[in-house]
């Protein structure tokens, strides 16, 4: 079965299916284009700032349809007692060799594992905890993008302005490897630039200026549930954001929530073409995701994504072209019991491998 767009379903556990926007120092001051009363937006905490991400080459563009169309999502499973995988109409081999894999390397990593993948080709879909709650941490980012482009940018006069920021609010924001070189902190920067540069290199200052552009945090929530997300949602601002417990309702979403507003986005028509081109281009530049998502798939894939890590795990979310062949969503995301862990890139790597594996 498919049903169309906005998808609503219920929690479920792991299954194939077949088928289916003042002053510079004023971060928690909504600029004058905003119309946000919201009292989430407040100003931003003193950071820890999380560790520079890896550098990697963009790919080069994909040869996906030049208009591509809403795709249909599939039917939700009920919910079980444990994550398991079944494909319609009958349980096979197959899917109990994923759920067999997953849970395997949930016990291996000791972590809480969630996962989504979507075969635009087939209409093919495995899911394991895709319902359940997980830290967004950075992967909002993507969303605050596209809600410039369709609310704030006409024509491109909005992207072309310039925003000027100080040492101090990049110091506040944390992780901010392009705002924060002295060119940039003396010349300021293009809002298509804060725009390119808090995807393509996660950086925290960008986001933020974006965001209080946008009004504050709830911009992303809000974007989320117009284009038929009624899960995802932003509360704080960046670093805050990344304590990312794993037992937080605030600053989360599901694996399933995520990966489907991800294909709206990019593949679907909640943007204008050339917003969506322009979305589409800034995830294709990605460089942090290049021991994650990017290490799970072949080599000669192409990929749009998007990286999130915080205190308890680490996430990927994105699309990918094989070759000659309609994209894959793929949505990972993790969580530890323990604040300290590491980054685990190679379970997000290994996840996404298994979930292309048994989609082929």
């Known amino acids: 079965m498919t049903d169309a767009l ?10 194939i299916h077949q088928n289916p926007r003042d002053p510079p120092d ?64 009958t349980a096979t081999a197959a899917t109990a060799h994923i759920t067999g894999q997953l849970r395997a ?55 072309a302005r310039r925003i000027r920021y100080t040492a101090h609010y990049v110091k506040a924001c944390g992780h901010s490897p392009i705002t924060g070189t002295p060119e940039n902190l003396s010349r300021g920067m293009t809002v298509a630039d804060l725009c390119r540069y808090s995807l393509t290199h996660s950086d925290n200052t960008a986001a933020n200026l974006l965001l209080r552009e946008l009004g504050g945090p709830t911009a992303v929530t809000r974007l989320c549930r117009s284009v038929g997300d ?15 417990e794993p037992w937080r309702k605030t600053d989360t979403t599901t694996p399933r929530a995520i990966g489907q507003t991800y294909a709206r986005l990019v593949l679907g028509d909640a943007l204008a073409p050339r917003d969506r081109r322009l979305l589409t281009g800034w995830l294709l530049a990605n460089t942090t995701s290049s021991d994650r998502l990017r290490a799970g798939v072949l080599a000669n894939w192409t990929i749009a994504d998007k990286t999130g890590s915080g205190s308890y795990g680490n996430n990927n979310t994105g699309i990918t072209w094989p070759p000659g062949r309609p994209p894959i969503i793929l949505a990972v995301m993790t969580t530890k019991p323990d604040r300290r862990a590491p980054a685990d890139n190679q379970l997000v790597a290994k996840t996404a491998g298994a979930l292309t594996a048994a989609l082929s």
């Open 230 to 244: 009624p899960v995802t949602r932003l509360d704080r601002w960046e670093p805050e954001l990344n304590s990312a």
């Open 105 to 159: 390397l949930e016990r291996k990593h000791r972590a809480r594992l969630g996962a989504y993948a979507h075969d635009t080709a087939t209409n093919r879909t495995v899911m394991y905890r895709a319902d359940e709650r997980f830290p967004m941490c950075s992967l909002f980012k993507t969303i605050g993008a596209a809600a410039v482009l369709r609310d704030l940018d006409r024509d491109g006069e909005f992207l």
């Open 6 to 15: 906005p998808y609503k379903g219920k929690a479920h556990g792991c299954a």
């Open 26 to 89: 004023s971060p928690g001051r909504p600029g004058r284009r905003s119309q946000c009363r919201d009292s989430s937006h407040r100003p931003i905490p003193a950071p820890t700032a999380p560790a520079a991400p890896t550098a990697f080459a963009a790919p080069a563009a994909p040869a996906a349809p030049a208009a591509p169309t809403a795709f249909a999502a599939p039917a939700a499973p009920t919910a079980t007692a444990a994550p398991t995988a079944f494909a319609a109409p």
